[in-house]
Nanobody
């Protein structure tokens, strides 16, 4: 089993920045692909960003491209999501997830382990 714990959420004004962290523990073994998802009230969960096992390949949803950056530090078993130029529509609970693959993936079915989520609220 792999446990994931997100941190770094909070309340920020539009245009501001936040950095989310996701620490993995348990049977992490060889690093797997990771992703950040979000779910806003009344909306379906959507993927925001994904990264492969080494950090050399990243993908982003069009809505965050150019504003968010996903990265990882495998020595710390931690994945990050740097969020800049935040907008009110970025308000959501953000979840990190660990995939069963090594390559980056936007398919939610490829993710087997999920964190509890961290709230991000962007005020206008």
């Amino acid at each position: 089993q792999v446990q994931l714990a997100e941190s770094g959420g909070g309340l920020v004004q539009a245009g501001g920045s936040l950095r989310l962290s996701c620490a993995a523990s348990g049977r992490t073994g060889r690093s797997a692909a990771m992703g950040w998802f979000r779910q806003a009230p009344g909306k379906e969960r959507e993927i925001v960003a994904a990264i492969n096992w080494s950090g050399g390949d990243t993908r982003y949803a069009d809505s965050v491209k150019g504003r968010f950056t996903i990265s990882r530090d495998n020595t710390r078993n931690t994945v990050y999501l740097q969020m800049n130029s935040l907008k009110p529509e970025d308000t959501a609970v953000y979840y990190c997830a660990a995939a069963t693959l090594y390559g980056s993936t936007f398919d939610a079915n490829d993710y087997a382990y999920w964190g509890q989520g961290t709230q991000v609220t962007v005020s206008s």
